[in-house]
């Protein structure tokens, strides 16, 4: 019998082959349903404010506060204390630590894409982070300044600051206030935006995520996690109670309830963005929530009534890690702040 037609076979060729796709036994794409991605949206490159318009005279001022220490009454919190912008916006304590080392009662969430979310704080008490950045200041377990005029005295005490300020907001006879601080730190957050690969795949780059990565947004959506979780943040944009399918353990804490007195918000929390998720933990209202598969397992139940098998949990958080984003470094870059005076108030420690 001729030999002439036998092929001698490279083994390693079959290999290269399989790697490629060529044989018709590589991985089958794993695809996502476009209807379904018309529930969330691109990260904007900034959240524009009509109230309080961007300009890079208030983010450098912003910057400058967020970072301050002397905006405490001990001068030793800033802004960056509680929500450290070089670790995504958290400081990774269940509960931060304030003036004195007084401990707090609820998570501090990341000010990382905040600006975008409907309302701030965990019960919305606050409208837009113009608003929410007040209350830090004046709060006696956080920052504790006695008042307003407390923070202003120290701002008209350094001349920088008040030169600052008047950059910032032109024509202002008497620019230095309490609400032009706010505004300034607001401005700041606004271009606390962090694009990730979610973006891309959202603006039609299919390879920007593995096909791993596709099955765990399907079961994401199976689960039935965007009723709460969707738009360009993944959450932050409605009211939702904790335990909505199955009692949740916890009830100490009564949420928005505490604000609006309303018996039916009770355990009503503002829902979290699940931007950057991974780099939060811990997790929920309380800090109580280690991990991310914990905090995927128990919102399963609570909310849905679906317990997860731990395979369905691994996939979501394959999933949700296309979400972290990247860290502006260059604007959050600590600022050089300006001196004290003689005239500017000591730290107190009482």
């Not at 290269?16 to 036994?25: M, S």
């Not at 039609?204 to 995520?209: K, P």
Request: charged share 25%; net charge neutral; aromatic share 8%.
């Amino acid at each position: 019998m001729s030999n002439r037609h036998i092929q001698l076979v490279n083994p390693f060729s079959m290999v290269l082959a399989a790697g490629l796709g060529l044989t018709g036994c590589g991985p089958k794409p794993v695809t996502v349903d476009s209807a379904q991605l018309e529930m969330f949206k691109p990260l904007p490159g900034v959240v524009e404010s009509a109230k309080n318009p961007l300009t890079q005279a208030k983010a450098d001022l912003g910057r400058m506060l967020y970072y301050d220490p002397r905006l405490s009454k001990g001068q030793d919190v800033s802004c960056n204390t509680c929500h450290d912008l070089a670790k995504y916006g958290v400081d990774g304590d269940r509960v931060s630590d304030g003036h004195k080392g007084q401990k707090g009662t609820r998570n501090a969430p990341t000010v990382y894409n905040a600006a975008g979310h409907f309302v701030q704080f965990w019960d919305g008490r606050a409208p837009d982070v113009e608003e929410q950045s007040k209350g830090p200041m004046l709060n006696p377990v956080e920052m504790a300044m006695a008042s307003d005029k407390a923070v202003v005295a120290v701002l008209k005490s350094i001349p920088e600051y008040v030169s600052a300020f008047q950059q910032a907001f032109p024509g202002e006879e008497d620019p230095v206030t309490f609400g032009n601080a706010a505004r300034a730190i607001g401005v700041f957050e606004r271009k606390l935006v962090t694009p990730a690969r979610w973006d891309k795949f959202l603006e039609g780059d299919q390879s920007a995520l593995t096909n791993a990565e596709k099955a765990g947004f399907n079961k994401f959506m199976e689960a039935g996690c965007q009723a709460c979780h969707a738009g360009a943040y993944v959450g932050g944009q409605i009211y939702q109670k904790l335990g909505l399918a199955t009692p949740y353990p916890d009830t100490s804490d009564p949420g928005r309830e505490a604000v609006t007195k309303q018996a039916s918000d009770r355990m009503v929390f503002k829902v979290p963005s699940l931007r950057n998720v991974e780099k939060t933990a811990p997790y929920f209202h309380n800090g109580k929530v280690v991990t991310l598969e914990e905090a995927i397992k128990e919102m399963a139940l609570h909310q849905l009534g679906k317990p997860l098998m731990r395979d369905e949990v691994a996939s979501i958080v394959v999933f949700l890690k296309t979400l972290t984003g990247e860290i502006p470094a260059d604007y959050i870059k600590p600022p050089a702040l300006p001196k004290s005076t003689a005239r500017t108030p000591k730290p107190d420690n009482t």
